[in-house]
């Protein structure tokens, strides 16, 4: 039997205690958001009740309740059983570490392809200041380098510890590289000294993105150039029947789980509104056709179980939301980044 077929629902229903036909079909509704045909319905318990997982109690009235038996029971257990091994096979359990996690998606084919839009977008030369505002673990820094060349500078600025001592030792010896503790919401460098500056999925995570636009427009000279590539996680979409709960889900994302979640689509606003022209808004879309691939990115399991604690989703819905992910059956998910380019417009001569 099937995790989403009638009779599992019909069965999981009865969990409870007795029903009759009526007040299970509620009890169905409740766990996967929709209501079964009375086809489906009295098959369903007529098919358990021949296998001896349920059984029809005393009429009252004009209507009979059904009771699940403890073959009924076992059988559930069993099921959960193998929908959890299951799980635990598609689905990452345990949060990745930080650098693990921003390697890994630097590493896929989206990843790539948005880095490389973004370093085109920067137009760093040789000769360039160029700043990597929160560089994390030094993912762009090497490249840059490459770019500016030995007449350049890159100076990366990170807030954590960690990522600063883990971006120096990938960036040991180069000597244009120069990595900085620091927030960037206080620059510690002069006024209109860089040509460049760049951010890959930080003013997501900070606490005033128009402060550290404000910031950036100060450090850069006229005519300097800002490209921002971050995403809008309102645009998650992933395919479920219950469309309720695909958009419970991108909505705990967005509302909880990422401090400005919908920056993506803000920026060009929050650019010029902070002096900069916007001569190019770009967006890629990454597409998850393989669950694995989305979990390892979108952290499917971890972020659907916090949404259960926000209230986000009932312990039915994400239950039935992960088995249906974790099924063999055809997956699609997608989320949108956006590439914008930002300009100090140029001294007047
Ligand atoms: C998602 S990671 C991206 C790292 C890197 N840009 C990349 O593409 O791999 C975000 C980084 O921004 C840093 N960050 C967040 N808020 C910051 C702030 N106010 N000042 C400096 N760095 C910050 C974090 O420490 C983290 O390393």
């Not at 045909?37 to 009979?64: C, I």
């Not at 995570?205 to 006229?222: C, G, I, N, Q, T």
Request: hydrophobic share 40%; proline share 5%; charged share 25%.
């Amino acid at each position: 039997m099937r995790t989403h077929d009638a009779q599992t629902l019909v069965l999981t229903a009865l969990t409870e205690g007795p029903l009759h036909g009526y007040a299970v079909n509620t009890a169905v509704e409740k766990l996967s958001g929709a209501r079964l045909g009375a086809g489906s319905l009295y098959g369903a318990l007529a098919r358990l009740e021949r296998k001896g997982l349920v059984e029809a109690l005393a009429a009252q009235g004009r209507q009979r309740p059904y009771r699940i038996t403890g073959r009924g029971r076992e059988l559930l257990a069993r099921e959960a059983r193998t929908m959890e091994r299951v799980s635990g096979q598609v689905f990452e359990t345990v949060t990745p570490d930080e650098v693990r996690y921003l390697d890994r998606v630097a590493a896929t084919g989206a990843g790539r392809t948005y880095k490389h839009v973004a370093r085109y977008e920067l137009r760093a030369g040789p000769g360039h200041t160029v700043l990597d505002l929160g560089c994390g673990p030094g993912t762009d820094l090497a490249a840059l380098a490459g770019c500016v060349g030995p007449a350049g500078a890159v100076i990366g600025i990170d807030a954590s510890r960690e990522m600063v001592e883990l971006a120096r030792e990938r960036t040991e010896g180069l000597p244009t590289v120069d990595v900085r503790l620091g927030d960037i919401h206080q620059l510690p460098l002069p006024d209109a000294g860089a040509d460049r500056a760049r951010t890959d999925r930080v003013l997501q995570h900070v606490d005033d993105p128009a402060a550290v636009l404000a910031e950036v427009r100060r450090v850069l000279r006229p005519g300097g150039r800002l490209v921002l590539a971050e995403p809008d996680w309102d645009s998650l979409a992933v395919d479920h029947a219950d469309l309720d709960t695909a958009r419970a889900y991108t909505r705990h994302i967005t509302d909880r789980i990422i401090r400005n979640g919908i920056i993506g689509r803000q920026l060009p606003r929050l650019a010029q509104e902070a002096g900069f022209t916007v001569p190019a808004v770009t967006a890629t879309t990454s597409v998850f056709r393989d669950v694995r691939a989305a979990d390892s990115v979108l952290g499917l399991h971890r972020n659907t179980r916090r949404a259960v604690a926000a209230g986000y989703l009932t312990e039915e819905q994400a239950d039935s939301w992960l088995a249906a992910l974790a099924s063999d059956g055809p997956f699609l998910a997608s989320v949108t980044l956006y590439v914008v380019v930002a300009e100090v417009p140029a001294a007047r001569p």
